[in-house]
């Protein structure tokens, strides 16, 4: 299992997720910068927590830099993120 991965890029309507392993015990925190997080922060928090919870990460970091991504898009990078941390990218 790898402490830190990454899915997305910079780009124009993309996103940049970093999923770290948490603290044991620390739970899920969540770390929005870019474009579209003064505005969405909230709708943006609310897509993130669904895909953590439907893939039951636990104690895990995320670090968000959006660049106008479009919620499917940043569901699917902040799943392909926790698969890569949890070693289930497939």
């Not at 790898?2 to 993309?14: I, P, R, V, W």
């Not at 897509?47 to 995320?62: F, M, P, R, T, Y």
């Amino acid at each position: 299992m790898s402490n830190t991965a990454q899915a997305g890029t910079l780009e124009s309507m993309d996103c940049l997720v970093t999923a770290t392993q948490g603290v044991p015990g620390s739970g899920v925190k969540v770390e929005i910068t870019g474009s579209s997080a003064a505005r969405f922060k909230s709708a943006m928090e609310k897509k993130v927590n669904e895909v953590v919870v439907s893939l039951g990460a636990k104690d895990i970091d995320l670090s968000i830099q959006d660049n106008g991504a479009i919620d499917l898009v940043l569901g699917a990078r902040v799943e392909a993120a926790l698969k890569k941390l949890m070693g289930g990218a497939k």
